[in-house]
């Protein structure tokens, strides 16, 4: 608790304060949502070459934020031989999930159970297998994608704090990824199952995903959606959700499925689309 950046993140209102900030980035108001845009692009050095709009044809500041890029932008890896990355990023840390924990950073760790809302048997099928969890810097492309193909099977919204995920807080604050709000999303793929999780953090606004619009952000209680079978397919590469303003993105895999790519280590960074990891387990029914 040293790092006045850390004491001051325990001390501040999480939820106020952003919502604050998702009041700012989410108006309309020409004269604001352009100052907002302009001086982010500048601070953070944004390439807008990728961008498919040029900075004054957004409606806001998170239209902005969350802006799509030009096609061929971000082109896919073999998504029969690869898992994909989900989205641009930093690889916070990579690895296996022995004996239901993931490791977060040196000295701290969280449980995989922890990570779903409390579920034991849901952290169970994922015991032994591959997480990889990829920072999104607030330079980064802001939609998160599909690692591979799945089929959506259900949602777990779980409600907490909106500490910063960059890794300085990851260092020092317990359970990080597991104690900030966040929407953990369950598929059944043709190699087993995985899950993505979506975190929240300091000052972002929401989380939406491409089947159920914007998520109800900052709610007392955690809520579980299922869908039915079909409702939702997707194919690797498929968008998934937005975030508003940065975040992480967590990967669970099932054990035996996938081998991360050995050039990958934490810090490392990576694009949406990029090689990640190899698939061991064949397909069902190969």
């Not at 608790?1 to 304060?17: E, K, T, V, Y």
């Not at 990355?85 to 239901?100: F, K, L």
């Not at 972002?204 to 491409?210: C, H, L, N, P, R």
Request: glycine share 10%; with cysteine.
């Amino acid at each position: 608790m040293a790092n006045p950046f850390i004491w001051m993140q325990h001390a501040l209102p999480h939820h106020g304060i952003s919502r604050l900030a998702g009041k700012f980035a989410g108006s309309e108001t020409p004269w604001l949502k352009d100052r907002l845009i302009r001086r982010f692009i500048d601070a953070y050095d944004v390439d807008m070459t990728e961008a498919a709009r040029p900075a004054e044809a957004y409606a806001s500041f998170n239209d902005f934020f969350t802006r799509e890029l030009k096609p061929g932008a971000r082109p896919l890896a073999d998504a029969e031989e690869y898992v994909l990355s989900p989205a641009d990023g930093a690889i916070s840390q990579i690895g296996r999930i022995t004996e239901g924990r993931i490791f977060q950073a040196k000295g701290r760790e969280f449980t995989a159970t922890q990570l779903l809302g409390g579920d034991p048997e849901l952290a169970r099928r994922f015991e032994g297998g591959a997480f990889a969890t990829i920072y999104l810097s607030p330079k980064d492309y802001h939609r998160g994608h599909m690692p591979a193909a799945g089929e959506l099977l259900g949602t777990i919204y779980v409600p907490g704090d909106l500490f910063s995920v960059n890794q300085v807080t990851a260092e020092n604050v317990d359970d990080l990824f597991a104690r900030n709000e966040r929407l953990a999303a369950l598929f059944d793929g043709p190699r087993g199952c995985f899950a993505s999780v979506m975190v929240g953090a300091m000052i972002v606004a929401g989380i939406e995903t491409v089947w159920g619009g914007r998520e109800a952000a900052h709610a007392p209680q955690p809520r579980h959606r299922t869908f039915a079978d079909g409702e939702h397919d997707f194919v690797a590469g498929d968008e998934m959700g937005r975030f508003f303003l940065g975040s992480t993105v967590v990967l669970l895999f099932e054990a035996g499925r996938v081998e991360w790519l050995e050039q990958f280590s934490a810090g490392d960074s990576v694009r949406m689309g990029e090689a990640l990891g190899r698939w061991v387990q064949p397909k069902a029914g190969a």
